[in-house]
């Protein structure tokens, strides 16, 4: 008898510590957005660095470049390095694009980034849960094809960086 009341004081005891716990386990934080990441994150970079965000694949990245052009706060960039948010939440850095000269900026087009140059049009794409940068595709050279892809990359329109 007295083993079964120490049983019981012993549960009663802990209910309200079971149910504080459970209280706790059920409530979800909110993460933080894409956007709320990357701005704490670009805090960490010299004040020349100029950063812009696009969607790219169906997901969030962020554009740094240190080498800008352009009147004003919108500026433009040759080269950028892209990161991204990995399926934790975690920043990646993806690589970086490079076009050739300020006649061909870093540009965007049905979620590519595209960039080009004398003889060249490549347009990179986001995949996958950890996510990569991929050449998705690559004109070089000349001729008809090469003509093509200089009209298409004209549709695009040049990411616009700024500088915080």
Do not use: W
């Not at 996510?131 to 070089?140: G, H, I, R, T």
């Amino acid at each position: 008898m007295k083993r079964n009341f120490i049983i019981i004081v012993c549960v009663l005891a802990f209910i309200p510590c079971l149910t504080q716990c459970k209280g706790r386990s059920d409530t979800q934080l909110e993460e933080p957005s894409a956007s709320a990441t990357f701005a704490a994150f670009a805090q960490h970079f010299s004040s020349s660095t100029a950063f812009a965000t696009a969607t790219v694949g169906g997901r969030e990245v962020l554009l740094t470049a240190q080498e800008v052009f352009g009147e004003g706060e919108d500026l433009e960039a040759v080269e950028a390095t892209v990161f991204a948010l990995d399926s934790a939440g975690r920043i990646v850095s993806l690589g970086s694009v490079r076009s050739q000269g300020s006649n061909y900026p870093v540009s965007l087009l049905d979620g590519r980034l595209m960039v080009a140059g004398h003889q060249f049009v490549y347009a990179y794409d986001l995949r996958g849960e950890m996510p990569e940068l991929v050449l998705d595709k690559c004109f070089q050279g000349d001729g008809p094809e090469l003509d093509a892809a200089f009209d298409t990359f004209e549709l695009a329109k040049p990411i616009i960086f700024k500088r915080l």
